[in-house]
């Protein structure tokens, strides 16, 4: 038997070489979430620096269940149970009713605002069908339907 016609050992299927593989995968992971969450940190840090410390802002009173808006001051919180985690927050007292009103500034996407403010909503109806796709119920009765 030549040695060309002999089977080459994969390496790669070696116990110790595939447990050196296995533990540079978890490494590199680790790495890349560690990248990832000190990424979003620091963005998290320069939306805080951005916002400016007094601004005019708009908020929605769920006491009188009205929109107003308010001088507002930035409050900035550690987050009690991420202390790496700082929290960052417009805060201004209803005149008419003397509650408190918050806008978040970090994390806007669950600010309950823009669920409950009849502004947004009216201003969401005004504008519906500039953004209505011709897929979309509605489309033809609007538009009508094209004739092939």
């Avoid at 269940?65 to 507002?72: G, K, L, N, S």
Wanted: net charge negative.
């Amino acid at each position: 038997m030549r040695y060309e016609d002999t089977p080459r050992p994969e390496i790669e299927n070696h116990y110790h070489i595939r447990e050196l593989i296995e533990n540079q995968e978890k490494r590199t992971n680790d790495r890349n979430l560690s990248r990832s969450k000190e990424k979003e940190k620091a963005e998290r840090e320069e939306e805080i620096i951005r916002a400016k410390p007094v601004d005019i802002v708009e908020f929605y009173c769920e006491t009188c269940e009205e929109d107003f808006a308010q001088v507002a001051f930035k409050q900035i919180e550690t987050d009690w149970s991420n202390t790496n985690q700082r929290i960052a927050f417009y805060k201004s007292k209803h005149d008419d009713c003397s509650t408190w009103a918050i806008r978040y500034i970090t994390d806007k996407y669950s600010d309950p605002y823009w669920s409950e403010s009849k502004q947004v909503a009216r201003d969401r109806g005004k504008h519906y069908a500039d953004i209505l796709q011709p897929w979309e119920t509605g489309y033809n009765l609007l538009y009508g339907r094209k004739n092939t």
